[in-house]
């Protein structure tokens, strides 16, 4: 049973209202376990500037990126019949099985620009499963995204 807390604060611009919460807390720790997925190492100012590009074209009705590791390379495709369609290509260090998966582009420039690092890895596994970022030389920050639903 999870039990709320409301404090507010208060002065002569600005108002803070905090809502503090009791009780158990989900296990969180099978999301981000990262030992069964694919690790992939990423230029994290290429990327996030690959990801600020496709994200110009989202929109409140079209907000995912379908992100495509394949061969070697990152195929980051954006389709919005209102305003219309982007490709973008990265070379990356990836020979396993393709990967297709949809998601939305302004969560990776927001957990990016928290990493120190120069290289992020990037666990993937599957079209269903998170996105867990880590960087290279630190494993003090997690970052997880949420995939979206491919249709």
Do not use: W
């Amino acid at each position: 049973m999870i039990q709320s807390l409301k404090e507010n604060f208060q002065n002569k611009n600005e108002s803070i209202m905090i809502k503090l919460l009791e009780g158990e807390y989900p296990d969180y720790k099978p999301v981000i376990n990262h030992e069964n997925m694919i690790p992939i190492e990423m230029d994290k100012v290429m990327f996030s500037t690959l990801m600020k590009r496709v994200s110009i074209l989202t929109s409140d009705d079209y907000k995912s990126v379908i992100l495509n590791f394949k061969d070697n390379e990152l195929l980051v495709t954006i389709t919005n019949p209102e305003i219309g369609e982007s490709k973008e290509q990265m070379m990356i260090s990836f020979s396993d099985e393709e990967i297709k998966s949809a998601f939305n582009p302004r969560y990776f420039i927001d957990a990016l620009s928290v990493f120190e690092d120069s290289i992020v890895v990037l666990n993937v596994k599957d079209n269903k499963s998170p996105c867990i970022i880590r960087g290279l030389n630190d494993d003090k920050l997690i970052c997880v995204i949420m995939a979206m639903h491919i249709s």
